[in-house]
């Protein structure tokens, strides 16, 4: 049973934006989804606020430090999916450099061109 300060038994970008993207899942009905999904974008915010302080906390150009790891191209994806969000990862002050970081590096910029994604890429 999730306690209380985790109702949702997840303390992961990951699952709890599945919240945020199919709050029907969770809702009996319109006005409940739509209250499932303001309470995901507040609690990814604060993963949001996690992930930047994180990226204060180190001051190295990378998730982890000075060298660049799988945690970058999977925490980029997880900021990517709040670019509708009313405060998305990019206007954080340590995330935003980061992600501009991220969207220069080439392999970025084909995976994006081969799925014909446009902008707003974050």
Same mark, same amino acid.
């Given at each position: 049973?999730?306690? /209380? /300060?985790? %109702?949702?038994? !997840?303390? !992961?970008?990951?699952?709890?934006?599945?919240?945020?993207?199919?709050?029907? &899942? $969770? #809702?009996?009905?319109?006005? *409940?989804?739509? +209250? +499932?999904? =303001?309470? %995901?974008?507040?609690?990814? *915010? &604060?993963? @949001?606020?996690?992930?930047? =302080?994180?990226?204060?906390?180190? *001051?190295?150009?990378?998730?982890? *430090?000075?060298?660049?790891? +799988?945690?970058?191209?999977? #925490?980029?994806? @997880?900021?990517?999916? !709040?670019?509708?969000?009313? &405060?998305?990862?990019?206007?954080?002050?340590?995330?935003?450099? $980061? @992600?501009?970081?991220?969207? #220069?590096?080439?392999? +970025?910029?084909? #995976?994006?061109?081969?799925?014909? @994604? !446009?902008?707003?890429?974050?």
């Amino acid at each position: 049973m999730p306690n /209380s /300060s985790n %109702a949702w038994g !997840t303390n !992961t970008v990951q699952a709890t934006i599945n919240h945020y993207y199919y709050p029907e &899942r $969770w #809702a009996a009905d319109a006005a *409940g989804a739509t +209250v +499932v999904k =303001a309470l %995901a974008e507040t609690k990814v *915010g &604060r993963m @949001l606020d996690q992930i930047d =302080a994180e990226l204060a906390r180190h *001051g190295g150009p990378w998730f982890l *430090g000075e060298r660049f790891s +799988v945690v970058d191209p999977y #925490a980029f994806v @997880l900021c990517r999916w !709040t670019r509708g969000f009313a &405060r998305p990862a990019r206007e954080l002050p340590h995330v935003k450099p $980061w @992600l501009d970081r991220m969207l #220069a590096r080439p392999a +970025v910029q084909r #995976a994006f061109a081969s799925e014909g @994604l !446009t902008a707003p890429f974050v």
